[in-house]
């Protein structure tokens, strides 16, 4: 059983920087492969960047390409999404999740409760 606690989230202006981070539970972290989401009202859960078990590979959506950066830290068991250069369009609810492969779809194993960002002008 793995639990995932995200922080981070909050009131952020457009074009400025954020970081958040997610804490997980349990001893086998550095087993999973780590992912963000983000979800707008009405819309489908969607892949922001995942991170494999070691750190070494990552992955991003289109959409956030060159402006975000995924990182962890596994002697903390904490995953890490560093977002740049934020657009309106960022501002959604952003989850953590666990999976033991490689996966952009929403079918990880673990998710977090979700945090809140939004952008102001």
């Known amino acids: 059983q793995v639990q995932l606690v995200e922080s981070g989230g909050g009131l952020v202006q457009a074009g400025g920087s954020l970081r958040l981070a997610c804490a997980a539970s349990g001893r086998t972290f550095n087993r999973y492969f780590m992912g963000w989401f983000r979800q707008a009202p009405g819309r489908e859960r969607e892949i922001t960047a995942i991170?494999?078990?070691?750190?070494?590979?990552?992955y991003y959506a289109n959409s956030v390409k060159g402006r975000f950066t995924i990182s962890r830290d596994n002697a903390k068991n904490t995953v890490y999404l560093q977002m740049n250069s934020m657009k309106f369009e960022d501002t959604t609810v952003y989850y953590c999740?666990?999976?033991?492969?490689?996966?952009?779809?929403?079918?990880?194993?673990?998710w977090g409760q979700g945090t809140q960002l939004t952008l102001s002008s």
């Open positions: 999740a666990a999976s033991l492969v490689f996966s952009p779809a929403t079918d990880q194993q673990y």
């Open positions: 991170i494999s078990a070691s750190g070494d590979g990552t």
